[in-house]
């Protein structure tokens, strides 16, 4: 995932613009059946003693440093927390920092709040906040997302319950990163023990829950925090057990059968079943994801922009909605989510109207490839049975490539290695294109376009224009969010002009729930807020 957050590819959709209240909205899906957007459930009306959710595969780790993908964030957003919070309507308001203030460009002055326990009972203090932020910086640890703090000079403990982030220029995102994994704060005690973040370590945060047991292969137990600080989000859940459920079809027998609760993120293939479903209720909630193409290797054949434009205009985006998303989504114009601009909401559907619509173009794509020299050159793209819309996306690219005129070759990757192709350079050698669904946790849309700056962590084709990246550090320099949202605009401009990526389509972000329970949040901000301290019952 990018990280910026690499919002790294895998099952379906991501981080979302969840606001509160409203009457649902229709979209369309490539011309398929229309889905609803809810923007909330209704608040629970009562405790309940136990929830069972459901994860399309088990964390590698529950290491933050490494919390990149959905199914960590998932976990770790009920049990650790963050510096700032990002709320399910995109606003960043104080976390663990009661005060966070800016008193000159290039410096962020935050005051811990006093009296937050750690699940183990100890207290929170400014020398946590200072361990788990250089975490980050240490190249030992390898931090994916290292990229937030590439303008930070050093953290250091400038009060008793005060820390300060001094920059190396101005960085108005990093404050705004301060609400996803990248501002998480652990016990500086419990990061030094050997094995953190393992089974037989595990974590020890501040959330509104802890982690009771790791049943390696099956589930994460996890138990009501009693000593949770934050009154408002104290859960009505007293235990929680996430499942592995890594076979789509098993996952939506699962939640038919009401083995299961609930889940984020489900197979496509399963919305027709699950909308109809007795023990429950799909949901589509909003978004901030959009599914794209990344050109991995700029050095191949797809280092000529023609080639990735002439690839981009032969493919059938309302057929892949419609085969890869169930027809929930619409064809997207540019490889940043529109629901991604929430500095801006208005401003930006300005600058997207006036985007090129990206419609297929057989002929004229064809002509490209000649022009370019590209005729039987081959291109590798990455599959993976991890989730359908892998390779449904990656066969329909094949099919789309060969009708112009290039050798698109198709690369199975195992399930569990699928998301290192966005954190370990070397997993990504011989490939020249990977699906991504990326989503923003921030609602700024710089969130996004600065990962294409030169040397970024998630550029992963090394595309380098000195143009692009001055105006990255102007908009990061700008305090006043319409004049960043105009500049990041210009950056839009150019991604799209220069097929930095290939964009697909925008997806809503869906979760399914039992019908005994109600209050989760359908959106993806279910990434970087504690959703399940806001589940109950529905009676």
């Known amino acids: 995932m990018r990280t910026s957050r690499f919002a790294a590819a895998t099952a379906l959709l991501a981080l979302a613009v969840a606001s509160c209240g409203g009457?649902?909205?229709?979209?369309?899906?490539?011309?398929s059946a229309a889905f609803e957007i809810t923007k909330d459930t209704p608040p629970a009306k009562s405790p309940v003693?136990?929830?069972?959710w459901s994860l399309y595969a088990e964390p590698q780790s529950l290491d933050y440093a490494?919390?990149?993908d959905y199914h960590p964030n998932t976990v770790l957003a009920n049990v650790c927390e963050q510096l700032m919070r990002v709320t399910p309507d995109l606003k960043v308001e104080p976390g663990l920092a009661g005060a966070a203030a800016n008193p000159d460009p290039k410096r962020w002055v935050y005051t811990i709040r006093d009296g937050v326990k750690f699940h183990d009972g100890s207290t929170l203090t400014a020398d946590d906040v200072v361990a788990s932020m250089r975490r980050h910086m240490d190249p030992k640890v390898g931090s994916y997302w290292v990229s937030v703090y590439r303008n930070v000079d050093k953290v250091e403990k400038t009060g008793p319950m005060e820390v300060t982030v001094r920059?190396?220029?101005?960085?108005?995102?990093?404050?705004?990163?301060?609400g996803t994994s990248a501002g998480t704060i652990e016990s500086a005690a419990w990061l030094a023990k050997e094995g953190y973040g393992t089974p037989d370590v595990g974590v020890n945060c501040t959330g509104p829950f802890s982690l009771d047991s790791w049943q390696k292969g099956q589930s994460l137990n996890f138990k009501k925090f009693a000593g949770y600080w934050d009154a408002s989000l104290m859960p009505k859940v007293n235990a929680l057990k996430m499942v592995f459920i890594p076979d789509p079809a098993a996952r939506v027998n699962a939640l038919l059968a009401g083995e299961v609760d609930g889940g984020y993120l489900l197979p496509p293939p399963g919305f027709p079943k699950l909308r109809t479903a007795g023990s429950g209720t799909l949901y589509f909630g909003p978004n901030t994801t959009a599914v794209n193409l990344i050109p991995t290797n700029l050095k191949g054949t797809l280092g000529d922009v023609k080639v990735r434009k002439a690839l981009s205009m032969a493919l059938d985006r309302d057929g892949i909605i419609k085969a890869a998303s169930g027809g929930a989504g619409t064809p997207a114009k540019a490889p940043g989510a529109l629901g991604a601009w929430g500095i801006a909401p208005e401003a930006a559907k300005g600058y997207y109207d006036k985007l090129p619509a990206l419609t297929q173009d057989i002929p004229g794509a064809k002509k490209l490839i000649e022009e370019a020299g590209a005729t039987g050159k081959k291109v590798v793209i990455a599959t993976s049975t991890l989730s359908p819309d892998i390779s449904v996306i990656a066969n329909a690219v094949q099919s789309a490539g060969q009708a112009i005129g290039l050798k698109v070759e198709l690369k199975a990757v195992a399930p569990d290695a699928y998301t290192a192709l966005f954190s370990d350079p070397k997993a990504r050698e011989g490939i020249d294109l990977v699906m991504t669904i990326w989503y923003d946790n921030t609602p700024d849309p710089l969130e996004f376009y600065g990962i294409l700056e030169t040397g970024d962590f998630s550029n992963y084709g090394g595309y380098s224009n000195p143009e692009y990246d001055a105006l990255v550090h102007e908009a990061n320099a700008q305090a006043d969010p319409a004049a960043r949202a105009a500049t990041v605009a210009k950056l839009q401009e150019i991604a799209v002009r220069d097929v930095v990526w290939i964009p697909l389509y925008e997806p809503p972000?869906?979760?399914f729930m039992n019908k005994r329970l109600t209050g989760a949040p359908t959106?993806?901000?279910q990434l970087v807020y504690p959703w399940a301290a806001l589940l109950g019952s529905a009676g």
Do not use: R
């Not at 009457?23 to 011309?31: C, D, E, L, T």
């Not at 003693?49 to 069972?52: A, C, E, H, M, Q």
């Open 509 to 511: 972000h869906n979760m």
């Open 49 to 52: 003693d136990s929830v069972t």
């Open 167 to 178: 920059l190396k220029e101005p960085d108005q995102l990093f404050n705004e990163s301060m």
């Open 23 to 31: 009457a649902p909205q229709a979209g369309k899906g490539g011309g």
């Open 66 to 68: 490494y919390a990149f």
């Open 523 to 525: 959106s993806i901000s």
